[in-house]
C-alpha cells in the first residue's frame, strides 16, 4: 500500500480531548458545562445506535446529554411543541434530530423549528443558506462536511487552488462538503448519477471526496495518482467469513485506490469518528456563544 493512512479514529480522539479541555476550562470558569438534547422518533435500530454512541461522546468530554425518545406515531404537532420546548431550555445548547423521521413527519418543518442558535447539525435553512453564500458564515456547518474539512487541514493537506471532485450531492453532505471547499478557494466539480464519463471526471481530482453511497464504486484506475481521498461511504456487503455475515466497506475500493493515492481514509475508522468529535465541537461552540 503506498497511500498515507488519514486516521480520522485517531485525529477524532485527539478533537474530543481538545474538547474535553475546554469544556473543564468552561465549568471552572462560569459554573457552566454545554448541554445536547438528542430528539429520537421511533425505534429503528440504527438510529438508537447512533443516538447512544453521541450520549456516550458527550459524557466523556464532560458535556451534559438530554434525551428524549419519543413514540413513532407521534403526532407533528407533538414534535413541534417537544423542539420548541428544547428551544427554551437554556441548559440545552445543541439539540439534534435523529434522521430519518417517519414518512407522516415532515423533516423541514421540523429541522426548521430548530433554533438557528442550537442547530448542531447545520441543518436549519438559514445556516445552510448562510454556507452557500460568499462573505456568511453560518452559526453551524453540518457535522459530516466539517469533519471532512478537519481531515484535510490537520493531515496537513492543502486546499486553495486544488482541483476537488465532491461525489454525490445530498443535502447531508455532498452539497455542504462541496461549499466548503469552494469557501476554502478549491475548483469544485459535484458529480451524480447524470454526469457524463464519471471515471475521466473523478480522475481530475486532487481531492476527491466520495459520498454516493454504493460499495467500492470508485475503483483504482479513477484515481487521480497522488490524490487525497477521503471516503465518506459506509456500505455493508456480505462477507461469509465474518462472525457478522458482513464487513463495512467505502464508497471507494480501498486497496486499489491505495495503491495510487497519496493519502487515503478507511472504512471504518476515518470519516465516522469525525462526524461525533464535529457534533461535540458544534455544541461547544454554541455554548461558548451563549455565555459570550
Known amino acids: 500500500m503506498g497511500a498515507n493512512l488519514i486516521d480520522g479514529k485517531a485525529i477524532a480522539a485527539t478533537i ?13 470558569h462560569h459554573g457552566k458545562v454545554p448541554g445536547l438534547a438528542t430528539v429520537l422518533v421511533g425505534a429503528r435500530k440504527d438510529s438508537q445506535t447512533y443516538v447512544r454512541m453521541k450520549k456516550r461522546a458527550c459524557e466523556e468530554v464532560g ?35 435523529q434522521l430519518p423521521l417517519p414518512d407522516h413527519i415532515d423533516d423541514e418543518e421540523i429541522l426548521g423549528a430548530v433554533s438557528l442558535e442550537k442547530d448542531v447539525d447545520g441543518f436549519h435553512p438559514l445556516n445552510i443558506g448562510r454556507l452557500s453564500m460568499k462573505r456568511r458564515d453560518p452559526l453551524f456547518v453540518p457535522c ?9 487541514d490537520r493531515s496537513g493537506v492543502s486546499i486553495e487552488g486544488k482541483r476537488a471532485v465532491v461525489l454525490g450531492r445530498s443535502n447531508i453532505v455532498g452539497l455542504p462538503v462541496a461549499m466548503l471547499l469552494l469557501h476554502r478557494n478549491a475548483t469544485v ?3 451524480h448519477s447524470r454526469t457524463q464519463d464519471l471515471p475521466e471526471v473523478v480522475r481530475q481530482a486532487d481531492i476527491l471526496i466520495a459520498a454516493v453511497g454504493r460499495p467500492e464504486m470508485v475503483r483504482g484506475d479513477w484515481v487521480n495518482p497522488g490524490a487525497v481521498v ?6 455493508a456487503v456480505d462477507d461469509p467469513g465474518s462472525e457478522r455475515g458482513y464487513r463495512l466497506v467505502g464508497d471507494v475500493a480501498f486497496d486499489e485506490a491505495s495503491e495510487v493515492a497519496a493519502a487515503i481514509t478507511p472504512v471504518p475508522g476515518g470519516v465516522g469518528p469525525m462526524t461525533i468529535a464535529m457534533l461535540l465541537r458544534n455544541t461547544l461552540d454554541g455554548a461558548l456563544r451563549r455565555i459570550g
Open 16 to 28: 474530543r480531548q481538545e474538547i474535553h479541555n475546554e469544556v473543564d476550562a468552561m465549568r471552572e
Open 189 to 191: 466539480t459535484i458529480c
Open 63 to 97: 458535556i451534559r446529554s438530554f434525551g428524549h425518545d419519543l413514540p413513532a406515531d407521534i403526532s407533528q404537532d407533538e414534535l413541534l411543541e417537544v423542539v420548541r420546548d428544547l428551544n427554551a431550555n437554556p441548559e440545552v445548547d445543541g439539540i439534534l434530530v
Open 230 to 235: 477521503i471516503d465518506v461511504g459506509v456500505n
Open 144 to 152: 459530516t462536511p466539517k469533519g471532512c474539512i478537519e481531515l484535510l
